[in-house]
């Protein structure tokens, strides 16, 4: 139990529609990390939000957005949904932008484009 | 190409055995961070490294910077340590933007 809770679980929808992923991180941690795990891969970093901005981004095109809120819950959307986007969403928390905070991680949500 | 190489991708041990998971990486780091990931998705951290050795249980893992390389060792190994260890990667000036490992998918028979 990390205290991160990503909403919802599993999600099916169709090419070209929108979807909109949640993302509850530990109280007080100002950063969270969007991933990408496609299956049998390592998850793939998307972008990040540091009090409220976006602070860097993976290779993904700009359907990809997000936004974090002050109260520490963030989301992912993408638009135009294509079947390369099914994989498993992960949120991961952290205290700050240094790389030897641990990162929390959501328990995911899995993602299928028909 | 991938920053982030592990090695073996699936392993089968016996209940008992020593395990060694090895990661290595291309480019320069601030630190490194062994995961474990079950089935279903959940990702655990294990250790962070910057340099040397910690010790968790029957965890261990090390890094050597200059040769760009980690190990996980798990010790007297248990059917619950069955699981995807994952190795990350925290390259320099990126903060905690990593760079992930496939995985190592283990299996520990009783």
């Known amino acids: ?114 | 190409k991938n920053e982030v190489e592990q090695s073996p991708q699936n392993l089968t041990a016996q209940e008992g055995e020593f395990i060694t998971i090895n990661c290595s990486y291309s480019v320069g780091i601030s630190a490194l961070h062994w995961l474990q990931q079950h089935p279903g998705g959940g990702i655990v951290s294990l250790f962070m490294l910057s340099s040397g050795k910690k010790k968790h249980g029957r965890l261990i893992a090390t890094i050597n910077i200059q040769e760009k390389h980690s190990s996980l060792h798990i010790t007297a190994s248990h059917p619950r340590d069955s699981a995807v260890y994952i190795c990350a990667v925290g390259p320099l000036n990126t903060g905690n933007q990593f760079y992930f490992g496939t995985g190592t998918s283990l299996r520990v028979i009783p």
């Open chain 1, 1 to 114: 139990e990390t205290g991160v809770t990503q909403s919802p679980t599993h999600l099916i929808k169709t090419r070209g529609q929108q979807v909109t992923l949640r993302c509850s991180s530990q109280s007080g941690h100002n950063t969270v990390s969007w991933y990408q795990q496609a299956l049998g891969q390592g998850p793939q970093f998307i972008f990040q939000y540091y009090r409220e901005e976006e602070n860097g981004r993976g290779n993904f095109p700009p359907r990809f957005s997000g936004l974090q809120f002050p109260n520490y819950s963030s989301e992912l959307n993408v638009n135009a949904l294509e079947l390369d986007d099914s994989a498993l969403y992960l949120c991961a928390s952290s205290l700050s932008l240094a790389a030897y905070n641990e990162q929390f991680f959501g328990p995911g949500t899995r993602l299928t484009v028909l």
